[in-house]
């Protein structure tokens, strides 16, 4: 997980729209999304299953890809 899969990431979640277009996207993006390692995610979703927030765990690589929603 290195800087060219965080931009590819970051490129994939612009792409979607959610955050508008051009750069302040991006800036948007990068201000509300959080890219941490499957592990991670997982039990911090575990952990803070208490708290109202949308988790997606979004593990791609080694030609899958795996999505996850809580």
Do not use: K
């Not at 800036?27 to 708290?51: G, K, N, Q, T, W």
């Amino acid at each position: 997980y290195g800087p060219t899969a965080r931009r590819r990431l970051l490129d994939a979640v612009v792409r979607t729209g959610v955050y508008g277009e051009g750069a302040a996207a991006y800036r948007l993006a990068l201000d509300r999304v959080r890219f941490v390692y499957e592990p991670v995610a997982l039990i911090f979703s575990a952990l803070d299953a208490e708290e109202a927030e949308t988790v997606l765990v979004f593990d791609y690589g080694g030609g899958t890809l795996d999505l996850g929603v809580w």
